[in-house]
């Protein structure tokens, strides 16, 4: 089993449309989670990190639950410059290492 | 203000050939790090450092080396090209105090070995 999981898509969505990506992790002892967005051969930047209590950022909006080990990334109200790929981060148990999803592809359509 | 850039942005090599990719930043982080990224794969940690002087392994280690002089500048040295190193290396820095920090890129390597 990867020790980070993402439904590789690609999400083909409307845009206006809402949408939900999930993530899950293997290890129990992880500390750190985040969202990182990448477009199309650049390199990747951060979106938000996630918090125990759930966070929002606009049309963004993160939860983590521990019980079941998911992350979950939710976009309301698309763009068509949403369009790119999503990766899910989240620090190992031992110190200075982050393990990264392989990303879910996002492609919003006019 | 810069950030963190990577030289080459491109490259090509033949088997058994050496090269070092450069990585610098100038936003003063103590940790730094270089990954690989490969089709339908997540980002693999090769190496990372977490101040001058400091470096340690990562999963995926084995055909690279690195070093860290000083606080801005973290190299990666391909000993001996195979074409399994064929990929995007990125390499990245943060102000790392336990995890929650963000992640700094640069724009990443294109290598191809032949």
């Known amino acids: 089993r990867k020790e980070v999981e993402q439904d590789p898509g690609p999400f083909n969505v409307p845009e206006g449309a809402t949408v939900a990506f999930n993530c899950t992790y293997s290890?129990?002892?992880?500390?750190?989670f985040f969202w990182y967005r990448q477009d199309c051969r650049k390199e990747p930047k951060l979106l938000m990190s996630?918090?125990?209590?759930?966070n929002e950022d606009g049309r963004f909006t993160a939860q983590l639950n521990r019980a079941s080990q998911y992350i979950s990334l939710l976009i309301r109200d698309s763009k068509l410059s949403d369009s790119a790929t999503y990766l899910c981060?989240?620090?190992?148990?031992?110190?200075?290492?982050?393990?990264w999803g392989a990303g879910t592809k996002l492609i919003i359509k006019p | 203000n810069a950030g963190v850039t990577q030289t080459p942005k491109f490259q090509v090599l033949k088997t058994g050939q050496s090269m070092t990719l450069q990585c610098a930043q100038d936003?003063?982080?103590?940790?730094m790090s270089w990954y690989r990224q490969d089709p339908g794969m997540g980002l693999r940690l090769i190496h990372y450092?977490?101040?001058?002087?400091?470096?340690d392994q990562g999963e995926v280690p084995n055909g690279y080396n690195v070093s860290r002089s000083t606080t801005e500048d973290f190299p990666l040295r391909l000993l001996s090209a195979a074409p399994s190193q064929t990929s995007v290396y990125f390499c990245?820095?943060?102000?790392?105090?336990?995890?929650?920090?963000?992640?700094?890129f640069g724009p990443g390597t294109r290598l191809l070995v032949l």
């Open positions: 450092s977490v101040g001058a002087g400091i470096t």
């Open positions: 936003m003063n982080h103590e940790y």
């Open positions: 981060v989240v620090s190992s148990d031992s110190n200075y290492q982050l393990i």
């Open positions: 996630v918090y125990s209590s759930g």
């Open positions: 290890n129990s002892a992880s500390q750190s």
């Open positions: 990245a820095s943060s102000s790392w105090k336990g995890g929650g920090e963000t992640q700094y």
